[in-house]
Every structure is written in structure tokens, then in C-alpha cells.
């Protein structure tokens, strides 16, 4: 179909699947409406300032398994500037689609049949068992058009009436007096990308009414749930049959051990893996020891060293009495595997101590620990409550615009 513009000398030529009703000039918008004899007459012109829409007149994009043809261009707007532009498309097969436009978002909608006629107090609308939650009733009047159009743009309000459960809208329109539903979805950008190679995306800001949460709640919570039963549940069964178990217990004096390696008594342990605690005291007086202790893995000749020193000081200074440091101190080997070990230890004192004559040792393989445990699953927890808060706000910004918001009393 060809038609010339009398206004501009413009002429439009595609092929539709339809009986036009009304042809917008897409060069000086100037709207035409097809008189009892089958020719187009001149009837308005659209005076929006002309706007570069990211989809032109003709062209194809490859959506939902075929091929779809731009055939006409919609910009609505609902008091006081909020805007959205449509796109109607229609395939070999002569089925409609729609693509919506609204501050960088994407929805694709195809028309429902018929479905009873809306009351104004419906909030809750029930389709394929699930509910649609009322978002806004509003007025839309078209303020620009571009292209072939097989009904009568209408010259008055449009009322509107959207109905969601993201990703998903339901969209009854009234138009001329003739109620239509559309049933719709959120696209993301990278789809209609990927249809229109040539398009040029426009920039995506805000959130759209039905665009999806970046996490689902319920679905978070119950994997976070099932891990920290995993958790709980492995803890317990590696652990279950372990105890605290003392591998190393003695008395050594200075007399004969000062500064000399005493090797002890090869020791099993077996279990997960637990921290092995070494307690040590002396009779430090105004002086120091220390005590070095290598752990033994005697399968694997794997050597793990620590030390310690155990220091006591006072005195009487400026009028006043001070204390600094402990007779005794305790420190640990952490991640001890089970295995076969055995342990050199190597205690010493202040050369210039003679009133310090032993050293007491005590080294405990302990009960494990579920202190990493509740680590794990005090960070879900944390994580949830983080991912809780933005989807939050992320649904307060959905509904920001809403008559019908339910953060709003």
C-alpha cells in the first residue's frame, strides 16, 4: 500500500495484512482517515514535536518464532508528562504484537480475548491462577502517531487499567467505547537487541511497573534455609563421635630440660579437624620463659611450630604499684587433622632466674568447634537481610508512581 501526503508530498508505501482505517504521515505527522469512497482525507495533525523513535515504520525484528513489521507508532501520554511509546507489529501469519517503550524499558503484549467487563473496584484480577494486583486507572491521550492503523485513533481519552504480577501486565484499555485486555511481559533489552539489529537502544532508567527483582525472596530463603540445614547436619555427623582428648600432660624441670628438646608419646586422634590447645605455666618472678613446641605428623613428616613466651613483671613506681603479664599462658595449633602425631617440646628460662624451677604443660586436642559453622550462617542470614532491604526499596520504586501503593497508607 502506497499513500502520498498532500501536506508534505511524502509518500508512504507498505505492505499491511489489514483494512486501514487511519495513516499518520510519519514525516509531518498529519493524520488521514479513509472517507466512504476508499480514498484517505486530511483530518488533524499531530503539533507533538517530533520525537526519534528507536523503531521506524517497516522495520522487521524476529520475535516469538517469525518475523514482525513495524506498521504503526503510538506516544501516549497520562497527565501531567508521563510518556510511553507503542509499537504495533503484525507477521506473515496476520497476528498483532505489541512492544511498549516507557524510559528504556520493554514490554511485549498480545491482545487477550475478551474478558468480562472491568468494575472500577476491581484490585484484584484472576488470570491463569495467578493474581494481578491493580497498579493504576488513568486517562491516555495520543499525542503523536506514525504509520497504518486498522481502527480510529481516537480523538478523546483513553482510559487504561493495568493489572500486575511481575514479570507480567494485563492492560485493559476502553477506546471509543470498545474494551480491550492485552496480556504483556517485561523483555529485556538485549531481546529486542538481538530482533532489531540496527535499533539504538535508548537509555534504561528507574524501575518499570512489572520489571522483575534481581532476587526472589522466597526462593532465596529457602535456599539459604536448606544450606544452613546442610550445614548444621554435616557439622554434627563428622563431629558426632569426637571428644576432647589430652595428648600431652607433664611437669618438665629446668634442671634437666632447660633449653634441651623432650619428644613425647606418639598420639592418635581421630575426627574432623579441631584446634589442640597448649597450657602453660611457670613460676616466672620478674623474669621470663618460653616454650617452643613442634607438632608431628609421623605420616606425612608434616612439622607445625608454635611458641610462646610467658612473662611476669612488678614493681613500685612514682608512688604507685604495677603488674604486667601472667604466670601462665595458653595458645593453639588451629586445624589439627586427625592422624598419628607426636610433639618435641623445648622449654626455657631467663638464664639469670634460679628461683624457677619447672614448667607445668598441658596440650588438649579439643571438642570441635561450631563456632565456624554459625559463622556461615550468620552471614546468610546477614545476606538475606541485605538482599531483603533492596528488594525492598526495589518495590518501593516500582510502586512510586502507583495510586494503589502498598507502602503508602
Known sequence: MKIPCYDCNAETELEVGFEVINFVCPTCHSLYARDKEGSFRRKSKYKNVPTD?????????FLKGSNYKVTGILKKNVHPSYTWTEFILQNEAKEFLYLSLSSGH??????MEKIDELKKDVKILKHDDRDFELFEHSDAEIIDAQGFFDFELPTKFIHLAEFINPPYIISVEKMNGVETAFYGEYVKKEVIKKAFNEIVLPYQYGVNMIQPGKFNLTNTAVIFCFAALLIITSNWYIYKDQFEQTVFSKTLRFSEFDNREITSDAFVINGGSAAMTIKVSTEVNNSWANINVALVNEQTNEEIYAS??????????????????????EFNICGVKAGKYHLLITPMKAPEDVNNSEMRINVVWNEPSSRNAWIVIIAL???????????????KERWADSSYSPFTE
Open 381 to 395: 542470614i546477614v545476606i538475606y537481610l541485605i538482599i531483603r532491604f533492596f528488594s525492598y526499596n526495589f518495590e
Open 308 to 329: 610462646k613466651d610467658i612473662e611476669y613483671y612488678y614493681g613500685y613506681t612514682d608512688g604507685e604499684s604495677w603488674t604486667e603479664g601472667s604466670n601462665s599462658e
Open 53 to 61: 523513535f528507536p523503531l521506524q515504520i517497516g522495520d522487521i525484528g
Open 106 to 111: 520493554w514490554m511485549m503484549l498480545t491482545e
